[in-house]
């Protein structure tokens, strides 16, 4: 085994959208485990939306990352070598040291997966933080119940495609989504049952949602703010729910982003507009992993991987095309 292993650091704090200068690929000594401690080596990781968040100086649910040090987030490797019980080599492990080609952590921050039940690159997607989000987003956060009208913003991403699909399969009466390209929209409506979808960059929100949802909607699951929000806030039925989930839209903007300008409706509606964090519904995951597991391996839930290969050296731009749009589902970088 190599001694040196590389590492990507946060070179500066971006400024609107981040840049690939914002990064530094640096070579470090691979750790050696202390007690109680294991050596991985990433296979996968994975890029998300909220690491653009950690990446500027402020107080947030996860601390920022520090200028100069490594970047953190979900990845699954195989230990190479084990000071704790439990954990063999050859074992593979989820954990929150991706950015970099060797990791060494307590080993009770590893939790073991087994790539014969499926995919690797799955734990950190359809069946990791992200399809855990979908599913408690939208049964407990937004309160689905069968007959509900769904919509779904960044529906073809890693966190949509699935809450789109759940609300099928749950008994939505309709399931709309959108999504930043004509091919998306597609794979929305073709493969995924999506009963309408539109391209957001086509034309006003406002208006390619209300013609889609001819009898206004019961749940918008938002992972775009702004814009969409607004338009969502129009369409919504009296006792609407809206899931906040994300607001991709502002994460890049430099200024503070104006409120919708309809929050009145939401008297008038009587709409629920309830914030959601994925860490708040660890609970869920076994019953989350069985029912959306069955629906994978019978065929009734499908998703996408967009895998950059190259390992550490690609994924800024990995992570800089995930923020652009250039992902279908999970976006993820393979060493
Ligand atoms: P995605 O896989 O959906 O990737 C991000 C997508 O955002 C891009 O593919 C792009 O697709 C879309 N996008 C980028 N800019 C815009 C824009 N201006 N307007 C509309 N869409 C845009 O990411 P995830 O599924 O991982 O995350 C989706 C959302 O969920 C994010 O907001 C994220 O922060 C949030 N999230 C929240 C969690 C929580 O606990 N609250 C946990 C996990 C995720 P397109 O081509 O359609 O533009």
Redesign the pocket.
């Known amino acids: 085994m190599t001694s040196t292993a590389l590492e990507v650091r946060l070179a500066s704090r971006p400024k609107g959208w981040p840049t690939e200068d914002n990064f530094e690929i640096a070579e470090v000594e691979i750790p050696t485990p202390g007690e109680g401690q294991i050596l991985v080596r990433n296979v996968v990781m994975s890029v998300?939306?909220?690491m653009r968040g950690r990446m500027n100086d402020v107080k947030s649910y996860v601390p920022p990352f520090q200028v100069g040090k490594p970047l953190e987030g979900g990845a699954v490797g195989e230990v190479v070598a084990s000071n704790a019980e439990g954990i063999a080599v050859g074992d593979n492990v989820l954990h929150g040291l991706g950015w970099r080609e060797y990791a060494v952590l307590d080993a009770e921050h590893a939790v073991k997966v087994d790539p014969d039940v499926a995919p690797l690159g799955a734990y950190l997607g359809v069946l990791g933080?992200?399809g855990l989000?979908a599913y408690a987003g939208l049964l407990v956060t937004a309160e689905f119940k069968e007959g509900d009208t769904v919509f779904v913003?960044?529906a073809?991403?890693?966190?949509?495609q699935i809450v789109g699909q759940i609300a099928r399969l749950k008994g939505a009466a309709r399931v709309i989504g959108s999504?930043?390209?004509a091919e998306?929209v597609k794979y929305l409506t073709e493969e995924l049952g999506f009963d309408a979808a539109f391209n957001?960059k086509d034309g006003p929100v406002a208006e390619q949602l209300a013609a889609a949802a001819p009898n206004g909607i019961d749940v918008y699951f938002d992972?775009?703010g702004g814009e969409?929000l607004e338009a969502a806030i129009d369409v919504l039925n009296v006792n609407g729910r809206i899931t906040m989930?994300?607001?991709?839209?502002q994460y890049n903007e430099a200024e503070k982003p104006a409120g919708p300008s309809n929050m009145i409706q939401i008297l008038a509606k009587r709409l629920t507009l309830r914030g959601?964090?994925?860490?708040d519904h660890k609970a869920l995951q076994q019953q989350f992993v069985s029912e959306v597991g069955a629906w994978i391996a019978s065929g009734e839930l499908k998703y996408s991987e967009t895998v950059v290969e190259g390992g550490v050296r690609q994924a800024p731009s990995a992570f800089l095309g995930?923020?652009?749009?250039d992902?279908k589902?999970?976006?993820l970088v393979q060493f």
Not at 156 to 160: D, E, K, L, N, S
């Open positions: 998300d939306p909220y933080m992200p989000t913003s960044g073809a991403g890693a966190v949509g999504a930043g390209s998306k957001y992972n775009v969409h989930c994300g607001a991709i839209s959601m964090l994925v860490g995930m923020l652009r749009g992902n589902g999970k976006m």
